[in-house]
């Protein structure tokens, strides 16, 4: 049985992403809750368990945006940094299922973080084991990356800051151990945003700088820089430095053009417009 755990596994969660996609959100989180039992039940390996309480986390911050568009608590008043996660997902028990929400509320962002932290916990106990082959090392590093960047998130649409950037940086430390440039500038660029986040636009160019400079002559470069250049113009414009936020902007538009990011596109025309007046090029070089 335990041999066929991972195939399981994955089955399994390509079903419950297809339910998030849908909307589905109690089948996905009653289907992951079942597989990250199992996982615990039969010690499946760290990678494919914390896979699967990524998704039940995903499925729960879904839950949480639900509620909140609703105007219920159940996006959860946790921006004080707890944890948390309820009983049920520190144990393994992860809670859910059908009707969940019938009966009290329930802090839905509280049980990802939770989903998070153990996912977290059970690829630590692997981490740095002798005689691991170096393949394995490469995607428990990198499933920890991706829950730490995760949870990073979820702290910093609560908020609350020091988390949110404890949690990135560890994720971006992982990234690195990976060698994986993509996901380390991508996540340059949320530690970028949280800074924003809190108006420290210094702090985030200064972020910003490593996600280019990282990103540079990657496959992803394009995606990646769209969302570097644009943050730099917005940090610029905050800055009131409207000459340099051009070129950021411009820069931006030419890789959202390239990969096809529509906001970016947007928004870098909209500024370069609103700004046309300010532009360094002299129109009279062109009559």
């Known amino acids: 049985m335990s041999e066929q755990v991972p195939a399981l596994v994955m089955r399994s969660v390509e079903n419950a992403r297809v339910h998030v996609d849908d909307g589905e959100l109690d089948r996905a989180i009653k289907m992951m ?8 039940r039969v010690a499946a390996p760290p990678t494919v368990h914390g896979l699967a309480l990524r998704v039940l986390a995903d499925a729960y911050v879904r839950k949480a945006e639900r509620a909140s568009e609703r105007g219920e608590k159940g996006g959860g008043d946790v921006a004080s940094g707890e944890s948390g996660g309820g009983e049920g ?15 009290e509320e329930i802090d839905y962002l509280a049980r990802a973080k939770g989903a998070l932290n153990k996912g977290i916990e059970v690829c630590k106990v692997h981490e740095g084991r002798a005689g691991m082959p170096s393949f394995m090392a490469a995607d428990l590093a990198g499933r920890m990356g991706d829950l730490y960047a995760a949870l990073g998130e979820i702290f910093r649409e609560e908020k609350n800051y020091k988390d949110a950037l404890r949690s990135l940086r560890m994720g971006l430390r992982k990234f690195e ?8 500038g991508a996540t340059h660029n949320r530690v970028a945003f949280c800074y924003m986040d809190k108006e420290e636009w210094k702090d985030a160019l200064l972020e910003l700088q490593e996600a280019e400079r990282i990103s540079s002559g990657v496959e992803a470069e394009s995606a990646i820089l769209s969302t570097t ?5 917005k940090c610029h414009a905050k800055l009131d430095d409207v000459k ?4 950021a902007y411009e820069g931006a538009l030419k890789y959202a053009m390239a990969s096809g990011n529509e906001g970016v596109v947007r928004e870098a025309e909209n500024f370069l417009a609103e700004t046309q007046d300010q532009s360094a090029i002299d129109d009279s070089a062109f009559l």
């Open 89 to 103: 997902v520190a144990s393994g028990e992860s809670g859910g299922g059908e009707g969940e929400d019938a009966g």
């Open 229 to 233: 250049l644009a943050y730099r113009g």
């Open 177 to 184: 151990t990976l060698g994986a440039k993509e996901f380390v």
């Open 244 to 247: 340099a936020a051009r070129v």
């Open 33 to 40: 809750s079942s597989t990250d039992a199992l996982c615990s």
